[in-house]
């Protein structure tokens, strides 16, 4: 095959899906770089969050499939902010909504069923990023609770060492600084 040939291939396949009589078209591959948006936002958005961290990375995990892998137009919810006294007007995508709509409708399965392997490398990849992310973080911790002991044990050596000291021993220095027209 020549470089010319190669070049013309196509990334990526799409299937056509029959959904309530829309016609909906389903990547059967991602390019590398979105992949890796994908991943990394679903990692993210595990991280972001306090409670239900699995659940939440489960519902990024649906949404970025009907945002990278199909040709749906989205639903957006619109939000301001202030910037510098500046009201600025933003859309972001509406993730839960999404989500809903794509698990109660059998969307998502229906997807699914179109692209397992890839859906099943999404997650293995968000798994593998999210422990050594949770692996970085536990080491961090180690590091810190060590830094934490030192100086505990520092400030206890330092509390005794301050217990018999008897700043009246100390005069010399006193009368010294005294002398040498130190003040204190």
Do not use: C
Not at 22 to 48: C, G, H, M, R, W
Not at 71 to 86: C, K, R
Not at 138 to 145: A, C, M
């Amino acid at each position: 095959m020549k470089i010319s040939e190669f070049k013309k291939l196509k990334v990526t396949e799409e299937t056509i899906l029959d959904f309530n009589g829309n016609e909906i078209k389903v990547k059967s591959y991602l390019p590398q770089q979105e992949k890796e948006q994908f991943i990394n936002l679903v990692t993210k958005a595990y991280f972001d969050t306090k409670d239900n961290k699995t659940y939440i990375a489960d519902v990024y995990l649906v949404y970025g499939v009907i945002k990278w892998y199909t040709d749906i137009n989205l639903p957006q919810v619109s939000y301001e902010t202030e910037i510098d006294g500046e009201i600025q007007k933003n859309k972001i995508d509406n993730v839960v909504g999404i989500f809903d709509v794509a698990m109660s409708s059998g969307l998502f399965s229906m997807i699914e069923n179109i692209i397992p392997e890839e859906i099943e490398d999404i997650r293995y990849y968000v798994d593998e990023n999210i422990e050594h992310k949770e692996q970085e973080n536990r080491s961090f911790n180690k590091v810190i609770e060590g830094l934490k002991d030192t100086l505990i044990k520092g400030f206890n050596d330092a509390t005794e060492a301050m217990n018999g000291f008897d700043p009246e021993k100390l005069g010399f220095i006193r009368e010294f600084m005294n002398k040498s027209g130190i003040k204190i």
